[in-house]
């Protein structure tokens, strides 16, 4: 298993700083948009609880990195959400910390990693900051972090943040090359700007039914358009609806852009036809609103719980078919 190239300068950054003994014993990881941030987490584990290496890599060959390997390892207390719950309750939680206290030690290090910060409660939150007050001995605590999500200033002020980011469009088009030269470099360019530009996710959309089901959604939106019934639409949000609502969203952002520049870069640069459609269709200040109700749609989507989808959207349909200039 390698370590994703976009990853290892801050790889080096912070081992080198543990090698160095000027780690700082609660480190977040933050990305806004998933780039491997576990891997690179797992990686920095495994050379820090590794007791052969002297380089800046773990030996993978000790019973501490097998052990890390086949996820044994008796001091790496990875928390993850509980079975069935989206949040890190404070007893599951403090049940992974007593073990730290309570458990005796195969290494010199103990490591806590929560992989998901956001799901802390906020009962969770006040009791790991009184943890790391008066932290336990010789224990690092790795917490994967995703800036969408808010997170409490004291304990952003109680830990030390490390901040990863996507490689740039031409790196990240070279490392889906790699994997497979299934896929021409336009759709490349496409998959990644749907994704942020995380090769990660690029690859994903363009390996599983996604990639086909985008290209025929949008047939879907040029076909509603012809009809005249954009409501309609609702028929095709059943499964991955937020990505849905994400393609529609950036269809109209593209729409804008081509309004005022025809060079500017298109995130869905194979749907120029339908693109220069809309642009006929509504006016500059229509496409400011419709963009709006999208952005709002999608915003309801990711956090409101239970939500109705096809409630919420309904609304940017209609909104859009009343003034649409058919
Ligand atoms: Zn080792």
Known sequence: MKLYPWLKKKYKKIILQYLNKKLHHAI???????????????????????????????????????????????????INTENHKKTIGIDYFLSFINQ??????????????????????????????????????????????????????TLRSRCIIYDIHPPSQKQGIIWLKKKSN???????????????????????????????????????VKKSIKKKNLLNLLNYFPNHTKKKVFWIYSLVLDTIKFYYDKDLKLINSDQKKLIKIIQKKNKIKDLYIIINSWKKCFFCLNNIAKVNKKFILLEPLILWENIFHF
Do not use: M
């Not at 576990?38 to 052990?67: A, G, P, R, V, Y």
């Not at 996710?201 to 390996?207: E, F, V």
């Open 28 to 78: 977040i990881i933050r990305s806004n948009i998933y780039i491997g941030s576990n891997k690179l987490i797992f990686f920095l584990c495994k050379k820090i609880l590794c007791t052969n290496s002297k380089n800046l890599f773990s030996c993978n060959e000790c019973q501490h990195c097998k052990l890390v390997e086949s996820n044994n390892y008796p001091d790496l207390h990875i």
């Open 100 to 153: 730290v206290y309570n458990t005796s030690k195969l290494g010199k290090k103990t490591i806590v990693w929560i992989s998901k910060t956001h799901c802390l409660t906020e009962a969770t939150v006040n009791s790991f900051l009184k943890i790391l007050e008066e932290p336990p001995l010789n224990t690092l605590f790795f917490l994967e972090y995703n800036s969408f999500f808010k997170l409490k200033k």
């Open 182 to 220: 299934t896929f021409s470099t336009k759709n490349l360019l496409i998959s990644l700007k749907l994704s942020e530009n995380s090769p990660l996710l690029a690859k994903k959309i363009l390996y599983s039914s996604l990639w086909i089901e985008r290209k025929f959604f949008f047939k879907k």
